[in-house]
Nanobody
Framework: QVQLVESGGGLVQAGGSLRLSCAAS????????MGWYRQVPGKERELVAA???????KYADSVLDRFTISRDNAKNTVYLQMNSLKLEDTAVYYC????????????????WGQGTQVTVSS
């Protein structure tokens, strides 16, 4: 079993920054891709960023130039540095992790965190 715990969400003014952290525990040797989804009420959950254990990354187009995902494999922790935040970034951000799947970049996560709220104000 794998448990994911997010932290770092909060309220931030537009143009500001936040850094999210997600610590994985349990059978972490099973994990390959880790990253972040986000969701707002009435909309489907969308992939924000993903990073494989080997280092490959993927970003949603809407955050490509503003967010940076990083990963510390030794600590089983993934981070999301969010800069130049916009109102439309407001969402619940969920850490996610996936067991090894060929050619997958967190398309079908096997594990989810509880989510952390990010609210961007004008």
């Amino acid at each position: 079993q794998v448990q994911l715990v997010e932290s770092g969400g909060g309220l931030v003014q537009a143009g500001g920054s936040l850094r999210l952290s997600c610590a994985a525990s349990g059978s972490t040797f099973r994990l390959n891709a880790m990253g972040w989804y986000r969701q707002v009420p009435g909309k489907e959950r969308e992939l924000v960023a993903a990073k494989r254990s080997s280092g490959g990354t993927k970003y949603a187009d809407s955050v490509l130039d503003r967010f940076t995902i990083s990963r510390d494999n030794a600590k089983n922790t993934v981070y999301l540095q969010m800069n130049s935040l916009k109102l439309e970034d407001t969402a619940v951000y969920y850490c996610a992790a996936e067991r090894w799947v060929a050619a997958s970049m967190l398309r079908n996560p096997d594990y989810w965190g509880q989510g952390t709220q990010v609210t961007v104000s004008s």
